[in-house]
Structures are given as C-alpha cells and as structure tokens.
C-alpha cells in the first residue's frame, strides 16, 4: 500500500494545480485547460509510480499517455507541429522503444510501429517516389538487350581460360 501512495500523491497534487488553472484568465493556462493535460498528469504518475516501486509495467501506459499529451498540446499550441494521424502512431513508437529500456522488451515492437508510422507519415512522398522508380525501371527495361550485347563481348574477348 506504500508504494501505491506514491501515484495517488502525484494524481491529488496534479488535479489540484490543473483545477487552480481554471482560476486564471491568461490565453495560456486556458489552452493548458484541457484534456491532453489530464492524459500528461496521470501518465507522468504512472511513470513515477513505476521506478519508486521499481515495477516497470506501468512505464508503457505512462510514456504513452505522456507522449500522446504532449502531442496534442503541440497540435494546439505549436503551428509547425504535424497534425497527421501518423503522429499518433509515432508517440506510440517512442513510448514503446522508451520503455523497452526498462522492461527488456518490446524493442521489436517499437520499431515495427516506428517504421509503420514513418510509412504512413510520409506515405505521399513514398508515392512519388515510387512513381519516379517505376518511369526510370521502364526506361530502363527497354535497353535490356544492351546487357546481353555487353556480357557477350566480355564472355568473347575479356574471359579467358
């Protein structure tokens, strides 16, 4: 039960400093009013729990809630901020390869959402780009005879027993 005290202190402290926040009427405190930070407050009280009880199965879920609450504040409070779906899934990532420090797993894991993000971030890039590849693989293809002309002539005057 003593270790449990460590997340309920942090949850009453974190609730009462964003239930003060109501109280003051600045443009800031206004955005920061919001529900991306109840998703900061509890994940940082997972993340505090976990390494005072040294139980770090509550990391994940923590650095997840962190990431996706600062995530969503900067979509609100940063312009140049990405709002692509992908972000979500790479706040997702980050918390996964974090936290695979800890727990010893899920590196893998990580990676594949990491990658799978960066695929869906950039998705229309990658279809120009593959557009460019398949013109150029077609270009290409037609002098495909050139390569036989070539491997003959090596075959005929360069390679020799």
Do not use: C
């Amino acid at each position: 039960m003593k270790k449990q005290s460590v997340f309920y202190g942090i949850m009453f402290v974190g609730l009462a400093v964003f239930l003060l926040l109501d109280q003051f009427e600045s443009p800031l405190t206004a955005k920061l009013y919001s529900w991306p930070s109840v998703l900061l407050l509890v994940g940082i009280a997972m993340i505090v729990q976990a390494y005072k009880s040294q139980d770090f199965q509550q990391l994940l879920p923590g650095m997840i809630l962190v990431t996706l609450g600062i995530h969503f504040h900067a979509v609100t409070l940063l312009n140049f901020w990405p709002k692509h779906l992908g972000m979500v899934l790479l706040m997702i990532a980050i918390s996964a390869l974090l936290s695979s420090r800890k727990n010893k797993s899920g590196f893998l894991q990580g990676l594949f959402l990491f990658a799978l993000a960066m695929i869906m971030m950039f998705s229309d890039q990658l279809k120009t780009w593959t557009a460019l590849l398949e013109q150029n693989a077609n270009d290409v293809w037609k002098f495909w005879p050139l390569l036989l002309l070539i491997i003959g002539f090596y075959l005929l005057f360069f390679k020799r027993k």
